[in-house]
């Protein structure tokens, strides 16, 4: 039976985990996820999870080890943020090449200077590109269900590519909620053992891992991550289908809320998604034709589901926390390329918010409607906005 | 008629075809460290097999592992260049857990263990993982051109530390990495040397058959590196030890009050008290040794700076407990 019970989404986390039966977590302690590593020490030191636990000296560490341990094909598991995601980078890449489905719970913060210890994307959003796939979740369920199909995607032999999931520093990790724990056995069933073919350290069949591929190879390493990725897309809708059969609850790459006859929708991620909601809900009763959309997937981008909701929209006004300096925000870039070719497109006008643990006020978001507006009327406006500002500091 | 045994088990776990240049010290080491590393896994576990190397960039990950091809013939594994120890203690952790009987052989060169890699490897160390790391040290970043890391000695020519008006080439010590390892309080820690098989083997093996991490310092000629001829890359390891330039020791759970010093050979006279070796006279001149290489060619012409090394090996080998006289070259 499953349990009913509030938690906070570091404890969700550390349930997904522990459902997840991983063999080798290793993880070190960082602001907001600390908890995640905590909570997984009680569940080893109890025996409810029977995993070696490597309390490692470093991020770079963390996900080291887990590259080890993922290359001698064991199912592995690790949390962090920020600073320690960055400190990982360089190992990102190098699992993603070498396809290994390492699995990584983020409570989603800033990166410094100066240094900030509150929610932000920039830490997930600035891996964007070292072919990870990377889910954002809503709430504390979210956290804990996606976590599962990031496992259940990620070791799928046509993706093998390892999974990042996110949820907001505080706002989710630090917040208890009502959360559902799936019952062990259907997870099991779900998930099933991780018995991979490609990555193995055996003594009696000894393979080589991590070579160094001259120009003749390399680039088709690199085609084969595009390939992986893009199968990821029809793998994930298969997971979410699946895990809405087992679990009942239902998953979709762009999830759309009140969309139908919207002239605008906002797009957004993470838990800014339900704030933006009851938003929408607000907006409607005065009469104003507005709608949202979450992205749950981020990585691989979802392409056609983009396209599609772009058809119901006049305005598509994008709400992200993360920036790239001298173009926008990751969003904004993203919907840009899957809607360029597009004959009748809608307009796109982004909105940087958020950042570094600032609240996103309804205030906030009449601001940036009213933008949004201003463009459905034809007038025109900034194509980046950076919305709640404390102009009198600056 | 009788066939002699051989010296060590014929069975390669290096191969042929590998990329190393002409009298590569290192590959040198490379064979000799994982031959004994079976010996000692069949004599522990009753399999020679019985290990996987997880191997930091560097020099023999890039001449071993082109692929298509491997000169590998145990498990292998390269991620990078400064977590050859977290990916070891990785593959440790989830051996345990498949219930796989072995030890995991960590290699990496010196940039990737005393620079760039210490602080994974001192993590290893501190976790008490079921590792041997062999630095295979050739005093340099080879692999990149020659430039000088932390384990560089005093006086080396390298390409970031030329000689010249004002540089003496390499002016900082020599950084042992043997002694920050003993440090941890490991069962095991060695230097050994390419110059001396023998001793480096039965190293090897008593690293590999500890329960625990182990760590051991080799020191790897590098003809490309040090400018030296390629038909001698083991007698100048050689001169190495005998004229006091490499320390051959073994210090055991951090005791560095019962420091197990190798004779270096070569004529040297060792004085032991109670079974411990407090002084060393060296009959061999550094000289011999550095002659040999053009990486310090100018220090004959710097007396200074020659004295300055000889004074920075007696105080090396004070550390480690012994006095040691050093001969001056007859002029």
Redesign the interface.
Known sequence: MPIRTVMKANEAAAWAAKLAKPKVIAAFPITPSTLVPEKISEFVANGELDAEFIKVESEHSAISACVGASAAGVRTFTATASQGLALMHEVLFIAAGMRLPIVVAIGNRSLSAPINIWNDWQDTISERDTGWLQFYAENNQEALDLILIAYKVAENEKVLLPAMVGFDAFILTHTVEPVEIPDQELVDEFLGEYEPKHAFIDPHNPITQGTLAFPAHYMETRYLLWKANEAAKKVIDEAFAEFEKRFGRKYQKVEEYRTDDADIILVTMGSLAGTVKDYVDRAREKGIKVGAAKMTVYRPFPVEEVRELAKKAKVIALLEKNITFSVGGALFQDFSRALVNEDEKPKLVDFILGLGGRDVTFQNLDEALSIAEKALRGEKVDEVNWIGLRKEIL | MAVRKPPITTREYWAPGHAACAGCGCATGMRLVTKAFSEAMEEKYG?P????I??ATGCM??VS????Y?A?????????F??A???????D??????G?K?KILAFGGDGGTADIGL??L??ML??RHNVVYVMYDNEAYMNTGIQRSSSTPYGAWTTTSPPGKYSVGEDKPKKWVALIAAAHQVPYVATASIGNPFDLVKKVKKAAKVDGPAFIQMHCTCPTGWKSPIEKSVELAKLAIETGVWPLFEIENGDFNHIKIQSPGGGAKVKREGGKVVAIEFKKPIEEYLKMQGRFKHLFKRPEAMEELRNQIKEMWKVLGVEVTLPKAEE
């Open positions: 399999d097999d019985a290990f996987a997880a191997h990950e890039v592992a082109v692929f298509p491997t590998w013939k145990a498990p292998w594994i390269h991620v990078a400064e977590n120890a977290a990916v070891a203690a990785g593959i952790a989830a051996w345990k857990k498949k796989i072995g602080q994974a001192s993590g501190e976790r």
